[in-house]
C-alpha cells in the first residue's frame, strides 16, 4: 500500500512588504485553484511574494504552471519579486529541478532581498526575521 495522502492546505500571510503563500499536504490539480487565489491575493499589492513547499508532501505538475504564472506577474512589477523555498531533498524539489531556470528555487529564506535577482548559489542563509515569521505561519498552519 501507498503513503498517507495529506490533504492538501495554502495559507497566505503577510510579513511586512511581503507576502508569505504556505503549502503544507498534498497537492495536484485538485489544489491548483486554491493555489492561484492566493496566489493572486499576494501579487495584487505589489509586494515581494515568497511561496514555502517545505511542509509538503506530495506536489505534480498542475502547480508548475501557477508558480510560473505568479513568478513571471512578480517580475513585471516594478520591484516585484517572487522566491520558492524548498528543501532539495523533498519530493517538490525533484518536481521544481525540471524548471529550475525558469524557477529558482531556494533551500532556506534568501538573505538579501529581491530573491528573484539573485542565482540560488548567491542565497547564503536564512533571513532571521523572514523565517521567523514563516516559522509562526508554519505553526498557525499545522495546528
Known sequence: MGGEVLAGKVERVQEGPAWIVLMHGDHDLSTAPN??????QALDPGGPVVVVLSDDHFMDSAIVRPLLTAREQAL???????????????????????????????????RRWPPSRMTPEENDGIDVALASSANRAAGRLNR
Do not use: M
Open 35 to 40: 493555489l492561484i487565489a492566493e496566489l493572486e
Open 76 to 110: 513585471a512589477r516594478r520591484g516585484g519579486s517572487f522566491a520558492v523555498v524548498a528543501p532539495p531533498d523533498g519530493f517538490p524539489s525533484r518536481v521544481l529541478g525540471h524548471v529550475r531556470a525558469l524557477i529558482p528555487t531556494y533551500q532556506t529564506w534568501p
